[in-house]
């Protein structure tokens, strides 16, 4: 590939250094310009509306803009390089300096790594920017550049043109209706992680954090409840029972005290008045300074909210759409379509709290908190396929499971096939096609463990996939689209989306499939499964 310009050096800005993205890359054709099939005259180029106005907000915003474009014109002899470079000269000309230029110049018949879908683009943008591929959002118009996104561990924004297909359009997690909308929801993201002036004050003694709810929720808070844990002398984790193991693996957690609010779950148990008396006298004792309670978009903070009012917390930080009244004392209202993770960091920030400038904003597990792996399953690198799920509606079905064991083994990767112990039948008979069945043999943290050497988890949206980023493994997402891709994918991870994301079930937030056959992800052909862990090895040159 070209990496043109020659403007590498200049690192992040010390001290200013943005939480969530150092940069911005953004794709040509379509995107920055009129698309002009196969351009190589600089006096054609037209910047899309309002295009030059917005490229200088983010340069005033401190980050750094890299263009990421597939040229295939260079190899069909369309045009030449020099052609190309006055382009991007005129390119400059009407919108200002980019600090990075990288093109493909390859087709899709070259089988390169930089041609988008691929992420070699992306992994070299952030490299001559001197960030990471995690650190960085791609804008684009079709589905190749959210892919290469994605696929990078970077963010991707989908600004659909007309010739946009729809079904990229279904599968994009965050979409623009144009240029400079995109470029304000980066930027809206961006603050809405720093505490608002005057907020962060001294550091507080005892936070009590809460998040209900099971172990992808509770993985998900992660980044939240270090940032928290950045501005208190002490945490108290108040979790669930379906989340106590994973809470057990995050840092900055001092005392986790586990109790069930019936009202967050989906089947929900009575609320017994001795026990909520209980919890809220258990609340009481902790004596924290401040709470802040995490919630999911479809949940309410008020109930818990109320108790802790009784318990005697002065200082109660919630997201709330309902009215609060006198419940909360931060009321925090967050759009939907933000990824959870940056949802529950905007709660922290509006309490007051951000993650410190060397802490990245990604899922992570507490060092130390994972058992060794066993010795027998041999040598770092293979693929992880999870077929289950609690809510089966996002489960991958045992037919297509035991299909992508097969097809994975023929393409010469060790499988490990893990699930629950009430999943042992569907894991024997997935690892019977392919694999070795691990199913029912592993706690939390020893999946999280085994999860940590793969290669690449192959799973639905469940807990594992969260698990799967914590530890900083690709992950490959057989995504039922029960709920956005966009709030719930695998966060800051290179991940590769599969299924059909505008499948009837979308939206639905369905436990079990509302559509006869699971069309959504049971349409996945495991030959796509083959190409995304191939896909999913094209590296940055260093995790983190
Ligand atoms: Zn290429």
Not at 223 to 242: E, K, M, N, S, Y
Not at 477 to 495: D, I
């Amino acid at each position: 590939m070209y990496a043109g310009a020659g403007r590498a050096g200049s690192g992040p800005v010390e001290g200013a250094r943005p939480v969530l993205y150092d940069a911005v890359l953004l794709d040509r054709d379509g995107t920055l310009i009129e698309d002009v099939p196969y351009n190589g005259d600089p006096e054609k180029v037209r910047p899309v509306p309002g295009a030059r106005a917005a490229l200088d907000r983010l340069r005033a915003a401190g980050l750094r803009l890299a263009v990421v474009t597939n040229q295939s014109g260079l190899a069909r002899g369309y045009f030449s390089e020099e052609q190309m470079r006055a382009v991007h000269a005129r390119v400059e000309e009407l919108l200002g300096r980019f600090d990075a230029w990288l093109v493909c110049p390859h087709d899709d018949a070259d089988g390169c790594d930089c041609r988008k879908p691929a992420p070699g683009l992306v992994h070299a943008a952030a490299r001559e920017l001197g960030t990471s591929a995690s650190r960085c959002v791609v804008v684009g118009d079709i589905g190749r550049d959210v892919a290469a996104a994605l696929a990078a561990g970077a963010a991707g924004v989908l600004v659909p043109t007309p010739v946009t297909r729809p079904e990229e359009i279904a599968a994009a997690g965050w979409l623009a209706s144009d240029l400079p909308a995109a470029v304000d929801e980066i930027l809206r993201r961006q603050q809405a992680v720093h505490p608002v002036s005057g907020a962060a004050g001294e550091r507080v003694g005892t936070a009590l954090v809460v998040r209900s709810d099971s172990a992808g929720d509770v993985l998900v808070t992660g980044p939240a409840i270090r940032a928290v844990a950045a501005g208190a002398q002490r945490v108290v984790l108040l979790c669930g029972p379906r989340g106590r193991a994973a809470a057990d693996l995050l840092p900055g957690i001092d005392e986790i005290i586990e109790h069930p609010l019936p009202w967050i779950d989906p089947t929900p148990a009575p609320v017994d008045p001795d026990a909520m008396r209980s919890l809220t006298a258990r609340l009481a004792a902790v004596g924290a300074d401040q709470a802040v309670v995490f919630t999911s978009f479809h949940q309410s903070a008020l109930p818990l909210a109320l108790l802790l009012r009784m318990a005697g917390i002065g200082r109660i930080a919630a997201i709330s759409d309902d009215y609060p009244g006198s419940l909360l004392d931060v009321r925090h209202r967050v759009p939907v379509g933000v990824p959870e993770p940056e949802r529950a960091l905007s709660l922290a920030a509006a309490a007051g709290h951000r993650l410190p400038v060397d802490d990245e904003p990604v899922l992570r597990l507490r060092p130390g908190a994972l058992p060794p792996r066993p010795a027998h399953l041999g040598d770092p690198g293979y693929v992880v396929l999870h077929p289950g799920s609690a809510a089966s509606s996002r489960a991958c079905p045992l037919e297509l499971a035991a299909r992508i064991a097969g097809s994975l083994t023929a393409a010469g990767h060790r499988v490990l096939v893990t699930g629950g112990p009430e999943e042992r039948d569907v894991t024997a008979r997935v690892a019977a096609a392919g694999g070795t069945d691990l199913g029912g043999r592993t706690d939390l943290p020893g999946l999280a463990a085994i999860v940590a050497d793969a290669s690449a988890v192959v799973v639905g949206n469940t807990g594992p996939a969260h698990l799967a980023a914590a530890a900083g493994v690709p992950v490959v997402s057989l995504f039922a689209p029960t709920v956005p891709f966009g709030q719930w994918g695998p966060y800051r991870v290179p991940t590769v989306r599969l299924g059909d994301a505008g499948a009837p079930c979308r939206d639905t937030r369905a436990a079990s499939c509302p559509v006869p056959g699971h069309p959504c992800v049971s349409g996945v052909d495991p030959a796509e499964v083959v190409d995304a862990v191939r896909v999913l090895a094209v590296s940055g040159g260093g995790g983190r």
